[in-house]
């Protein structure tokens, strides 16, 4: 049921700031001596699907025809416990940073499906929330990606809600336990320190 390392999975609506808080967790659990192994599940599909002309940034694979996209998730799963084997001994923490459900031309569909946590074989999910105003707002601030069509504030707000319901029917699988955590407006430290003591009592 578990690898020798913990496996938390960090999911999300895009841009509520998961990779923010993981970044600002990394920092944290250095300065307290936890070990973790931080791995974005979008970049290990994006890298095979560039490699086969798939498309051309991160923001396209969601729109890939459905069954592309399962390969690429199946494969990625895979790569992620090999490569985290090889860098992670008992102690150690595997943060995956992915998603729950993905918004799809095809309808929602989802991130953590049976032969993903066969992989990953979680401990935790780890649910990151925030107000879909706040989360919009994000959204358009960041310059760096395209995430119109999520759909607004009614749409966040709909993702949001199915994705947490996913998480919880994903986390009965391999009995991991389920942490929601707040990513407040400006206190992207409080969450990563919220996230942080979580994992030290796994
Ligand atoms: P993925 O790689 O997961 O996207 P990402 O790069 O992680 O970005 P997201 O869009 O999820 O945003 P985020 O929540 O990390 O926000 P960020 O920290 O950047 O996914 C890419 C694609 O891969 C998916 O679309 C999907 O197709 C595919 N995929 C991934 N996993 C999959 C799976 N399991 N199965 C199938 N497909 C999968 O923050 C956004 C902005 O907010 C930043 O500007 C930041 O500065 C700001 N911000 C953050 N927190 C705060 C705060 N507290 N206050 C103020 N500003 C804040």
Do not use: C
């Not at 595997?94 to 989802?110: E, N, Q, S």
């Amino acid at each position: 049921m578990r690898h020798p390392f913990r496996v938390v999975i960090v999911t999300g609506v895009p841009g509520v700031g998961k990779t923010t808080v993981i970044n600002t967790l990394s920092r944290l659990a250095e300065e307290e001596g936890v070990k973790l192994h931080i791995v974005n599940f979008g970049s290990y599909m994006l890298d095979t699907a560039l490699k086969l002309g798939l498309v051309e940034d991160r923001d396209k694979i969601r729109t890939l025809p459905l069954r592309q996209q399962l390969e690429l998730q199946r494969e990625a799963a895979k790569r992620i416990v090999v490569d985290a084997g090889q860098r992670l001994g008992r102690d150690g923490v595997l943060i995956v940073d992915t998603h729950a459900l993905v918004k799809t031309r095809a309808g929602y569909w989802p991130g953590l499906p049976r032969h993903v946590l066969d992989e990953l074989k979680p401990d935790m999910i780890a649910v990151i929330e925030a107000r879909p105003e706040e989360i919009v707002s994000r959204q358009e601030r960041d310059e760096t990606r395209y995430r119109a069509d999520i759909g607004g504030v009614e749409g966040v707000r709909q993702l949001m809600l199915n994705a947490r319901n996913a998480s919880i029917a994903s986390a009965v699988h391999y009995a991991s336990t389920i942490a929601v955590i707040e990513n407040r407006e400006g206190e992207v430290e409080t969450a990563a320190r919220e996230l942080l003591n979580l994992i030290k009592n796994l």
